[in-house]
């Protein structure tokens, strides 16, 4: 008898399968890092991409209006960004109380240095129809909402631009049109003028409110504005709020919240929203179906890409599944724009929400960089515009090339900077009213590090990344200003984030530390005057520390707070650790506004000098 051969079914499966080949239309990008968010704490246990800056541009004021936007509104998100005429022109969207509720405007913030920034002023006002236009039934009113704010047309000029839509739903036959103006280098603003009217709607020149942009007398804007009309990169963006029945899109099919960069090898990588990645081949004329692309973990938030000034590439996104807990906000990078590698903070702060609203979710997210051709600010940067709880507006800056790790001894005096200028190589968090600024030192020659605070609710706080050790001898002097009222939260942390060393300046003027699960009292301190800290750690399994202040040892082996196996970050921070709101804190509640949220709180002001850090 034959003998009959049975060939298993998992080689029949195998034979019959296809794969996604990366870097091809069926996986355009692929994250090769092994890193992954822990979502029980802000900063996910990752380590921080060197020396970024994170600046608030705008915080959100109620009561004190003078103080913020001049108008007291809450919700305020989805920004942009650009430079153009040596200045930062950064927009952002902004509503009373609650998102895609009217009535809605549109800002720009403005900055010679992304360091200090001007106050907001309107751009695009509320809409208001033209006599006899009413609302269409089931919409309330109006609103904007846009993905790209800028252009810089081939003759240098500036476009600004928005999109009017109505309340709740400004997409699609929700929308009325998308406005234009341009940026003059005085300053000021031209007339706005529709560039392009909602294609599903029948919206014209006789019932908006604003002229369509070829009755300017301007040539040279019309111009721009054709240009703009032609460059298939830019208007995808748009697609969000005009799905293009007319054409306008060549049939391309999009995601929500375009990004793009070109990759070496010439070809667009597309960029959406809950991890879709599309190629081009031909500058935006055509696009690959958009993929989903599984090595990259988001939601409902918003994914940024581009190529650097090292050459390489980066995509930044917050690496999570609940669009209503947007944080931490990372980076990965690599080499040809399709492998990326190393996840990094750039923004692991959290602070609690003041202001309840619809849809105003957790944390820092819808980052946007500057986009190609709109301008690349001096310095080897990578600059990003983002909003924290849709409430407050930020800026990022992060030297390149983006990295994680320090090698050698840490010697900073902070006396080569410049006064107000950028601080090499730390990670500083600064809201409008805890600043972090390079100062004359108090009481003595030269430069210190002045960490201040006004802010009830948020903190100042400075990272210096270190050689990885086991073994580490850090000193820094401390100077408390008369006028201080808070405290000085001094860490030694590893990788990931544990605190094994804790020392904190308090608010009664007692310097405490604390020795395994035990807080002492281990001297008191003075304001105005300077005290040198030196902390002497061994992190191993039974690791210990020694602190000594103005040379006198005040504890000897004290026990760790946590066990770790290494350290490699100075933490100062002026308030205490948080780790609130969660991702079990409810979203959509209908709180009153935090008490004394809008009011300055009495100051914490503490100089920092001498940081001197060596491991091994």
């Known amino acids: 008898m034959k003998k009959i051969v049975s060939i298993p079914c998992i080689l029949v499966g195998l034979a019959s399968a296809s794969f996604a080949q990366t870097g091809s239309v069926a996986e355009p990008v692929r994250y090769i890092g092994g890193q992954t968010v822990d979502p029980s704490v802000h900063e996910g246990r990752l380590r921080y991409a060197i020396g970024t800056e994170n600046r608030q541009t705008m915080r959100a004021n109620r009561t004190h209006p003078e103080y913020a936007d001049g108008y007291g509104w809450t919700y305020n998100h989805a920004s942009n960004l650009c430079y153009w005429n040596n200045?930062?022109?950064?927009?952002?969207?902004?509503?009373?109380?609650?998102?895609?509720?009217?009535?809605?405007?549109?800002?720009?913030?403005?900055?010679?240095?992304?360091?200090?920034?001007?106050?907001?002023?309107?751009?695009?006002?509320?809409?208001?129809?033209?006599?006899?236009?009413?609302?269409?039934?089931?919409?309330?009113?109006?609103?904007?909402?846009?993905?790209?704010?800028?252009?810089?047309?081939?003759?240098?000029?500036?476009?600004?631009?928005?999109?009017?839509?109505?309340?709740?739903?400004?997409?699609?036959?929700?929308?009325?049109?998308?406005?234009?103006?341009?940026?003059?280098?005085?300053?000021?603003?031209?007339?706005?003028?529709?560039?392009?009217?909602?294609?599903?709607?029948?919206?014209?020149?006789?019932?908006?409110?604003?002229?369509?942009?070829?009755?300017?007398?301007?040539?040279?804007?019309?111009?721009?504005?054709?240009?703009?009309?032609?460059?298939?990169?830019?208007?995808?963006?748009?697609?969000?709020?005009?799905?293009?029945?007319?054409?306008?899109?060549?049939?391309?099919?999009?995601?929500?919240?375009?990004?793009?960069?070109?990759?070496?090898?010439?070809?667009?990588?597309?960029?959406?929203?809950?991890?879709?990645?599309?190629?081009?081949?031909?500058?935006?004329?055509?696009?690959?179906?958009?993929?989903?692309?599984?090595?990259?973990?988001?939601?409902?938030?918003?994914?940024?890409?581009?190529?650097?000034?090292?050459?390489?590439?980066?995509?930044?996104?917050?690496?999570?599944?609940?669009?209503?807990?947007?944080?931490?906000?990372?980076?990965?990078?690599?080499?040809?724009?399709?492998?990326?590698?190393?996840?990094?903070?750039?923004?692991?702060?959290?602070p609690v929400r003041r202001f309840t609203g619809r849809w105003k979710d957790f944390g820092p997210c819808y980052m946007r960089g500057i986009e190609e051709g709109n301008g690349n600010p001096p310095g080897n940067d990578m600059w990003m515009t983002y909003t924290v709880n849709k409430e407050d507006v930020w800026v990022s800056r992060t030297p390149v090339p983006i990295q994680y790790a320090v090698k050698g001894t840490v010697s900073d005096n902070f006396d080569a900077l410049a006064l107000e200028g950028a601080v090499p190589n730390w990670n500083i968090y600064a809201p409008k009213w805890a600043p972090i600024e390079v100062v004359k030192a108090p009481n003595r020659t030269g430069k210190a590090l002045q960490l201040s605070d006004t802010d009830l609710y948020d903190y100042a706080r400075a990272i210096r990344v270190f050689q990885e050790g086991t073994k580490a001898q850090t000193s820094l002097d401390i100077f408390a200003d008369a006028t201080n009222t808070g405290r000085l939260e001094i860490d030694l942390t590893d990788q990931y984030g544990n605190r094994p060393v804790r020392v904190r300046f308090d608010e009664n003027g007692q310097i405490i530390a604390t020795a395994g699960s035990t807080e002492k009292v281990v001297s008191s301190y003075q304001k105005g005057q300077w005290y040198k800290i030196e902390i002497l750690t061994e992190a191993n399994t039974h690791g210990n520390y020694t602190l000594l202040i103005n040379g006198k040892k005040v504890l000897e082996k004290a026990q760790l707070a946590e066990a770790v196996k290494s350290i490699e970050r100075l933490s100062l921070r002026t308030g205490a650790y948080r780790n609130f709101p969660t991702r079990q804190t409810p979203n959509e509640t209908n709180d009153p506004p935090l008490k004394g949220a809008d009011e300055p709180c009495a100051p914490t002001m503490f100089f920092v000098d001498n940081v001197i850090v060596k491991t091994n």
């Open 87 to 350: 200045t930062f022109y950064q927009q952002y969207l902004s509503n009373p109380v609650d998102e895609h509720v009217a009535p809605g405007q549109t800002l720009i913030v403005k900055s010679k240095d992304g360091r200090h920034w001007e106050k907001p002023e309107v751009v695009f006002p509320p809409y208001k129809a033209p006599e006899g236009v009413k609302i269409p039934a089931g919409y309330h009113g109006y609103m904007m909402h846009q993905r790209m704010g800028f252009y810089v047309a081939p003759d240098g000029r500036l476009l600004v631009i928005a999109f009017y839509g109505h309340t709740d739903d400004p997409f699609g036959k929700g929308g009325i049109g998308r406005v234009v103006r341009e940026a003059y280098k005085d300053g000021s603003y031209g007339p706005i003028y529709f560039i392009r009217y909602e294609s599903e709607a029948n919206w014209n020149e006789s019932n908006t409110s604003y002229p369509f942009y070829k009755k300017s007398t301007d040539a040279g804007f019309v111009t721009a504005c054709d240009a703009l009309l032609k460059d298939k990169l830019m208007t995808f963006q748009w697609y969000d709020e005009d799905h293009g029945v007319d054409g306008f899109y060549n049939g391309n099919k999009s995601g929500q919240a375009l990004s793009y960069y070109h990759r070496k090898d010439g070809k667009v990588v597309a960029l959406w929203k809950k991890s879709l990645v599309a190629l081009s081949d031909d500058e935006g004329k055509t696009f690959s179906e958009p993929v989903k692309v599984p090595t990259f973990l988001m939601s409902g938030g918003k994914q940024w890409g581009q190529k650097t000034d090292d050459g390489r590439y980066a995509i930044s996104y917050n690496p999570i599944e609940q669009t209503q807990y947007r944080f931490p906000l990372v980076v990965v990078t690599g080499e040809d724009g399709v492998l990326f590698d190393n996840m990094l903070l750039i923004q692991g702060e959290v």
